[in-house]
């Protein structure tokens, strides 16, 4: 069962915010040292499970385990054998006997807390239909190399209330940025996200008008309009007022940046004229996925305490 000191990285909503900030900032060392000092991972294994597609997740995980001297075994969900019959818990308990740290992208976030709770060894959240944790460590690095401190900060969300934006709802809470989320009303983030965001004092807003979301904003942020797994049924109709374009970008502040995890989908969610304009920093964000999961595979794996 579950061991509470096992350092899983599942959910952002369940850490001290100092820790958080710890792996950031070890995150921009990591960029500054590639071998994150002595590649203290020589001997780990990191097993990467993907239920769904990844180009990001899957390259910068591994490159950045082999920087650190480790190495990594890719599965895919459909060729394990918890695909045809075999249950999660006992999948959890074989590779604990082999590998020193499980990364996991699925569907239902119940997959991995279950994952979690029966792994010997720390459980990484790669992405679930819930949240997306990972990725924000990445974002708020991002914001701050260009930008400097994101607290106190005003950061806009227009388009769909997926996964993305609820670990932008915990990231909110934990980095203390002002997050206004613009949504149509049946996209909305789980009203429990938002309930806890108020309850932990945070300053996150629910509105269903772009505009009124992004104006004077320091960062404006958008993901695909449909998730994988999402039936995209009426999705483009709904979601077209929340695209941001260069007339909408031009509400928040000037030296506003536009922030998307990727993949992007042009001429949905955000036009070519800002994604590949002045003020977008995509490319670094992504960049960034590598850094950052350096310092959340070195906690998990015991080679940093913060
Ligand atoms: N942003 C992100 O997680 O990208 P991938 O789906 O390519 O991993
Ligand atoms: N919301 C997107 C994020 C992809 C990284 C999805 O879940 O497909």
Redesign the pocket.
Known sequence: MSDSAIRHFLDLDTFEPSLLRAMVEDGKTMKLDPTGGDKPLVGKTLAMIFE?????????FEVGMKQLGGDVVVLNGGDLQFGHGETIADTARVLSRYVDCIMM?TYEVEKIQEMSQYATVPVIN??TDST?P??LLADVMAYEEHRGPIAGKIVAWSGDGNN?AASWIHASVKFGFELRIACPAELAPDPAILDWARKAGGKVTLLHDAEAAVTDADCVVTDTWVS?GDDDTNRHNMLAPFRVDETLMAKSKSDAVFMH???AHRGEEMTDAVIDGPQSIVWDE?EN?LHSQKAILAWCMGAREF
Not at 52 to 60: G, N
Request: charged share 25%.
């Open positions: 769904k597609p990844s180009t990001r997740t899957r390259v910068s992208r790669g992405l997306h990972c990725q993305m994988m995890c990727l993949p992504a996925r």
